[in-house]
C-alpha cells in the first residue's frame, strides 16, 4: 500500500459501490414514481397539497417538530404504529415511498418524544384544537413537555369588535378576557393547515394493503 | 497523573526527548533516542511545523470556539427540554431550532474543523511536505467558518432544513462545500507528492476522510434542496449521506488521529499490521453501506435496509481488528496513559469507538430496534460516538500537536485532569440516562396500551441525569478552552525565556523569521 494511485483507486471503487447502491439505484427505482391514477375519475393519489399547507411545512422545518415527532407508520411486523391508531382508524396500512410523492420533503423523522404525525389530520379534525395545542401543548394535553410555540401568537388588545381568528377559551397564562385577545400569526395558521392536510391513511395504494386489528 | 511535577508535565509528548524522525516508518514508532534523529531531520520537522503553525491553530482556535458556542446551545436545548415553558415567546429558543443548531455547531464546526487541523498536520508530517500558499488555506478557513456560522444563525432564525445532520439552510452548503474542497485539495495533494515513499495507516484514513466529505456533501445537497427528487428518494440518499459522515468522514479522521498518537505515546508500534490494512478496507466499504438502518420499517424498499444491516453487523469484524492493533501496544504500557494526556484521551476515545460501533449494531437488529428505533438510545448512540470517540480522540490530537507548534508544554496539568473527568463523568452520565430512558420509553413505546404521555413522564427524571451529564461536559470544554489559552500565552512567554531545541536555526528559506533567529540556549 505503498503507492497512492492504489489507494486513490481502491478508495474510488469503495466510494461508488455505496454510491451506486444507495443512491443511484434508490434514484433510479423511487425517484420515478407516479401518483396512483383512478381509471374512471382520473383523480390522483395522493392528492397535491393545499398551497397553505406547503407553506406550513416550511414552518414546520423552521421549528424542528421533527425531532421529536416522526411522520411515518411502521408495518404490524415492525411495531406497535398500527396498534396505536396512528395508521389511521378504519383502513390501518403502513406509510409507502408514494405516500410522500406530493411534498416537497418528508420528515419521517428518527425519534418519537411525541406521538407520530403521519395521520394527524385525521385523528385531530379540528383547527381550534391544534391552536390550543401549539399555545400551550401541556394544557390540552397535560404533563406534555412539548415545547408551548408563543411566539407563533400575537397578544393583543381588542379593538372594537374580538378578531374571528382569536384563541377560544384560552386558559392559563391568559390575556384579559374582554380586553385583550390571542390572535394566531399567519404562520400558526400554515402550520395548523400542514398539520391537518396529514391524512396519509385517507386514501388507498394497491402497494399497502389495510392490516386491521388482529381480533 | 499525581507525579505530574516529577515526570514530564503531562502535556509533555517528548517533544525534546524524543523527536520524530521518520514519521512514516513502518512500524511507525518514533525513534526513541535523540541521537538517531539527525540534525536534519529535525530541522525538516521544524520547517513543517512552522509552515503549518499558523493554519494548524487556526483551524484549532475556531473549532474550540465552536465547542464552545455547541455546549450552550446545547445546554440552552436541554433546558428547553427539561422545562418546556422556559422562554416561549422566543421563536429562536424554542427546542427545534436549538436542538439542531447544537448538534450541526458540534459536528461540522468543532469536529469538522479541529478534524482539519489535525487531519493536514498529520498528513503533513508523514508525507514530509511542508505547507505551501498558506494563504489559500487561510482564506478557505475564513470561508469555512463564514459558511459554519451562517448556518447556525440560519437555523437559529428559521432557515433550517430539519434534515437530521443537515440543517444548514441550502444558500449554506456551496459556501462550506467551495471551502472544503480547498481544504481536501491539499491534503490529497500533499499526499501525491509526498517526500516520504513508504505510507502509514492514519494518511489512508485521512486520505478516504478528505476525499469522502465533498463528495457525499455535494451529493445529499443535490439530491434533496437544488435538484429535488421524490422525498422516498430523498431520504435513502439522506441516510445513506449520514452514514458516510459518521462511519467514513468523522471515524476515519479520528482513526488517523489514533494510530499517529497512540503508537507515539507509547513508543511502540502498532500491533499487526495487517491487520490494520484490513480494518481499513473493510471498515470503509461497510460503513458507507450502513447508514439506512435508521430507517428500519420505514416507507422505502427492504432490500436496501436489509443490505444496510448486513453491512452495519459487519463493520464488527474491521473493528475489533482495529482494536487489536492498539491494545496489543499497549499491553504492559498502561502506566503510560497517566502521564501524556494525549495518549490517554485517544486511547479512552477508541473504547469509545468500540461502544458506539457494538451500540450502533445492535441497533441494526430488528429485536433490538423495534424497541430502541425511535427512542434516545439511537441519541446515546451518537453521542457516544460523536462526544466520546470523535471528541476524545480530538483532544488527543490538540494535546499532542499544539505544544508541537508553539514549542513549549501545557501550563496547567491540574487542568487536563479534570477535563478528563468531567468528561468522562459527564459522558456516563448522559450515557445511564440515555440508554436505562431510552430502554424505558422503548419499552413503553412498543405497548399500545401505554400512552404517550405516560411515556414521557416516565422518562423524564433519566433525561434530567442526562442533562446533568450535558452540563459536565460543557463545564470540562470551558477547561479546555482555558487550557488552550493559557497554552496560547504561555507560548509568548515561554518560547523568549527558552527555545526549544527543535527551533534550531535552519536554513531553508521557507522557515519564516520567527524560528529563523532562535539560538539555542
Known amino acids: 500500500m505503498n503507492r497512492s494511485s492504489l489507494i486513490f483507486v481502491g478508495l474510488l471503487l469503495i466510494f461508488l459501490t455505496s454510491f451506486i447502491g444507495l443512491v443511484i439505484v434508490p434514484y433510479v427505482q423511487l425517484g420515478r414514481l ?17 398551497g397553505i399547507a406547503e407553506q406550513g411545512r416550511a414552518v414546520y422545518a423552521a421549528n424542528g417538530c421533527v425531532y421529536c415527532h416522526s411522520q411515518q407508520v411502521r408495518s404490524r411486523k415492525s411495531g406497535s404504529d398500527l396498534d396505536r391508531g396512528w395508521g389511521g382508524d378504519t383502513d390501518p396500512r403502513r406509510t409507502v415511498a ?89 404562520q400558526a395558521k400554515a402550520l395548523v393547515a400542514y398539520l391537518m392536510s396529514l391524512k396519509r391513511s385517507s386514501y388507498k395504494l394497491p402497494e399497502a394493503p389495510s392490516e386491521p386489528a388482529e381480533p | ?102 448538534q450541526d455547531a458540534f459536528l461540522y464546526g468543532w ?43 440560519g437555523i437559529l432564525s428559521g432557515d433550517g432544513t430539519s434534515q437530521p445532520w443537515l440543517e444548514f439552510p441550502r444558500h ?68 445513506w449521506y449520514v452514514g458516510n459522515l459518521f462511519g467514513v468522514w468523522l471515524t476515519a479522521t479520528a482513526l488517523a488521529i489514533a494510530y499517529y498518537v497512540v503508537p507515539r505515546g507509547l513508543h511502540r508500534p502498532i500491533h499487526r499490521y495487517g491487520l490494520a490494512v484490513f480494518g481499513f478496507w473493510a471498515l470503509l466499504l461497510l460503513s458507507s453501506w450502513s447508514g439506512l438502518v435508521h430507517v428500519i420499517g420505514g416507507p422505502i424498499p427492504a432490500w436496501m435496509i436489509t443490505v444496510s444491516i448486513v453491512a452495519n453487523t459487519l463493520t464488527l469484524l474491521p473493528v475489533f481488528s482495529i482494536l487489536r492493533n492498539f491494545t496489543g501496544a499497549l499491553e504492559g504500557r498502561g502506566h503510560v496513559l497517566r502521564r501524556t494526556p494525549s495518549l490517554r484521551f485517544a486511547t479512552a476515545g477508541l473504547y469509545f469507538f468500540v461502544g458506539a460501533s457494538v451500540l450502533g449494531v445492535c441497533l441494526g437488529f430488528r429485536w433490538f430496534s423495534e424497541v430502541a428505533h425511535f427512542s434516545v438510545v439511537t441519541l ?19 494535546y499532542y500537536i499544539a505544544p508541537r507548534l508553539l514549542g513549549h508544554d501545557w501550563v496547567a496539568p491540574d487542568l ?60 470540562s470544554n470551558v477547561l479546555f478552552t482555558a487550557s488552550f489559552l493559557l497554552l496560547l500565552v504561555g507560548a509568548g512567554r515561554r518560547l523568549v525565556l527558552s527555545k526549544p531545541f527543535v527551533f534550531v536555526s535552519t536554513a531553508t528559506p521557507s522557515a519564516s523569521a520567527a524560528t529563523a533567529p532562535v539560538t539555542v540556549p
Not at chain 1, 401518483?35 to 397539497?49: G, S, V
Not at chain 1, 403521519?118 to 391544534?130: I, L, Q, Y
Not at chain 2, 505510507?199 to 456533501?217: D, E, G, K, N, R
Not at chain 2, 446515546?380 to 490538540?398: H, R, T
Request: glycine residues 8%; proline residues 8%; neutral net charge.
Open chain 1, 34 to 50: 407516479l401518483p396512483d391514477i383512478d381509471d374512471t375519475t382520473r383523480d390522483q393519489t395522493p392528492a397535491a397539497f393545499p
Open chain 2, 172 to 239: 449554506v452548503s456551496p459556501i462550506l462545500f467551495t471551502a472544503y474542497s480547498f481544504i481536501a485539495i491539499w491534503a490529497v495533494l500533499m499526499f501525491r507528492y509526498r517526500r516520504e515513499g513508504h505510507t502509514y495507516v492514519s494518511q489512508w484514513y485521512l486520505a478516504a476522510a478528505f476525499l469522502w466529505f465533498p463528495w457525499i456533501y455535494a451529493t445529499v445537497n443535490l439530491v434533496e434542496f437544488f435538484l429535488p427528487v421524490q422525498p422516498a428518494a430523498q431520504a435513502v440518499v439522506h441516510w
Open chain 2, 416 to 475: 487536563i485532569r479534570w477535563q478528563f473527568w468531567l468528561n468522562v463523568v459527564g459522558l456516563a452520565l448522559l450515557m445511564s440516562g440515555l440508554l436505562l430512558g431510552g430502554f424505558l420509553q422503548g419499552l413503553g413505546l412498543e405497548d399500545a396500551k401505554v400512552p404517550p404521555i405516560v411515556i414521557v413522564n416516565l422518562l423524564n427524571p433519566f433525561l434530567l441525569v442526562a442533562g446533568l451529564g450535558v452540563l459536565l461536559l460543557a463545564i
Open chain 1, 98 to 186: 408514494r405516500d410522500y410523492l406530493r411534498d416537497r420533503a418528508a420528515y419521517l423523522g428518527a425519534s418519537r418524544m411525541g406521538p407520530d404525525l403521519a395521520n394527524v389530520g385525521s385523528r385531530r379534525d379540528k383547527a381550534d384544537w391544534h391552536f390550543q395545542h401549539l399555545y400551550d401543548p401541556a394544557e390540552v394535553a397535560p404533563g406534555s413537555n412539548c415545547p408551548p410555540m408563543h411566539f407563533l401568537f400575537e397578544r393583543r388588545t381588542i379593538v372594537g369588535q374580538p378578531s374571528i381568528d382569536a384563541l377560544q377559551a384560552p386558559g392559563a397564562e391568559r390575556p384579559v378576557p374582554g380586553r385583550q385577545e390571542l390572535v394566531p400569526t399567519p
Open chain 2, 1 to 102: 497523573m499525581s507525579s505530574a511535577e516529577t515526570e514530564p508535565t503531562p502535556g509533555s509528548t517528548g517533544l525534546i526527548a524524543t523527536p520524530e524522525t521518520v514519521p512514516a516508518s513502518n512500524p511507525p514508532i518514533a525513534l526513541a533516542s535523540s541521537s538517531r534523529a539527525s540534525l536534519e531531520t529535525r530541522q525538516e520537522l521544524a520547517v513543517i511545523d512552522e509552515s503549518l503553525r499558523g493554519s494548524t491553530l487556526l483551524f484549532f482556535g475556531s473549532a474550540i470556539a465552536w465547542l464552545l458556542i455547541g455546549s450552550a446551545l446545547s445546554l440552552l436545548a436541554w433546558c428547553k427540554l427539561i422545562v418546556p415553558h422556559f422562554l416561549t415567546n422566543l421563536d429562536w429558543m424554542t427546542f427545534g431550532r436549538l436542538w439542531p443548531a447544537q
Open chain 2, 111 to 153: 469536529a469538522g474543523s479541529a478534524g482539519i487541523g489535525a487531519g493536514l498536520w498529520i498528513m503533513s508530517r508523514l508525507c514530509r511536505v511542508p505547507l505551501r500558499h498558506g494563504g489559500v488555506l487561510t482564506a478557505a478557513w475564513a470561508l469555512w467558518n463564514i459558511g459554519l456560522l451562517m448556518g447556525v444563525v
Open chain 2, 380 to 398: 446515546a448512540q451518537e453521542q457516544l460516538f460523536l462526544a466520546g470517540f470523535v471528541g476524545f480522540s480530538l483532544f488527543g490530537a490538540i
